[in-house]
């Protein structure tokens, strides 16, 4: 293999899934929607362009693109659980030489995903209730508008803690996730979260079974050569799950109501949820990761010429 060793075993970093729909995590510069050709296709949010990618030296630091992808899953907060859709992370490493990897996070985010619906909607999560106020928005919710929630997961920092050899592996935790659930409703406001930025609900999703494994070379402008200066790994087919997450309660539901919102949903939900409770599950994930063949042939500058790269494969 002509993949260097940090790249070769590769991480399914993970479609970590919309826990309820869809995921952002914060970061650097990147680059934003667009569409390469040939082995570049799935790298269209690859933060090709932010400053840590570009200083990777091809030495000490190797740079990489790595996007995780899962048409379908599940996530249980509590007592809810919700189908998910369609989820795509996409996310730069950098590899050190110490055997360390920091990640780095697209600008616009770093997961985007299917929203969800939450079943039962807002009947489902917070009636019946004995406190008045509660019960008169119970009563007004006949109208399938009023009562839908849709929920959305949003990243509250970079993910971190990355380890690339559980990409190819099993039960191992692959890359650790802070995020919020954002529910939304008429009556829920817009400022309802299950999770903060201090508090955060912290996603470590794990391979169920091993991938299967496939690689290939190309050209910088995605051009398939077996002397091809890019390498892609190709890891198809695992499950991954994570059941070790806590839940904190809802906060910020329904303006002006003094926190009773709050307090019916995680009475309803079970909320706050201790680790153990909880699982996420995301199915046939699809992981790919392409960096330069032999990135040291290109030091000082292998950031730069990734970079190069993947913007000549955008047409």
Sequence with gaps: MRFPLGARVATTATAVGTALGAFAAMGTATAAAAVPNGEWAPFTRCPVDAPAMLAADGLARTPQCVVSTSPSGSIKLGKTTVTTGRTNLQIGVVQNSDGTSTVVAPSGGALVADSATVPGGLLGLMCPSNVPAITAICEQLNNSTLNKITATVESVGTPYAFDQTAG?????????????IHLENP????????????NPVVLRPENRQFPEFGMSFFRGDGTVAEDGEMSRINL???TQNDSTFAVPGASGC????????????????????PAGNNSLTLNDTRTHLAGLTAPGTFAPDAGKRLSQNWHSAVG
């Design 168 to 180: 190819i592996l099993t039960d191992q935790p692959i890359v650790a996730i802070p995020v919020r």
């Design 187 to 198: 009556f829920l406001g817009s400022k309802c979260y299950i999770g903060t930025a201090a």
């Design 236 to 238: 198809t087919g695992a």
């Design 254 to 273: 329904g303006l002006g109501l003094l926190g009773l919102i709050d307090a019916a949903v995680n009475a309803k939900t079970g909320l706050p949820s």
